[in-house]
């Protein structure tokens, strides 16, 4: 790989981490309230939402880790 590849992987990790940072630090208000009292449907359906973008954001870190040529893991 040579390292203008590795260069582009590399801030495409950055960025999918600094947007599922910024996805975590928005909802400790929302999860705070709903360990004391039940979530409402409007709560519970943006909790899903939010589960889903999370889920979405970890997904596109390993599709890019598992795209042949990216990364080698079986070279010494």
């Known amino acids: 790989m040579n390292s203008s590849a590795w260069d ?6 950055a ?3 600094e947007q599922l940072q910024r996805l975590l630090s928005g909802i400790h208000g929302l999860l705070a ?3 004391t009292t039940a979530p ?8 899903a939402v939010l589960l889903h973008s999370f889920y979405i954001g970890v997904e596109n870190i390993f599709k ?3 795209v042949p040529g990216i ?3 079986c070279s010494a």
């Open 64 to 66: 890019r880790v598992a």
């Open 40 to 47: 409402t449907k409007i709560e519970l359906s943006a909790l």
């Open 8 to 13: 582009k992987f590399r801030k495409q990790q």
């Open 71 to 73: 990364v080698n893991f």
């Open 15 to 17: 960025t999918e981490r």
């Open 33 to 35: 309230k709903c360990r």
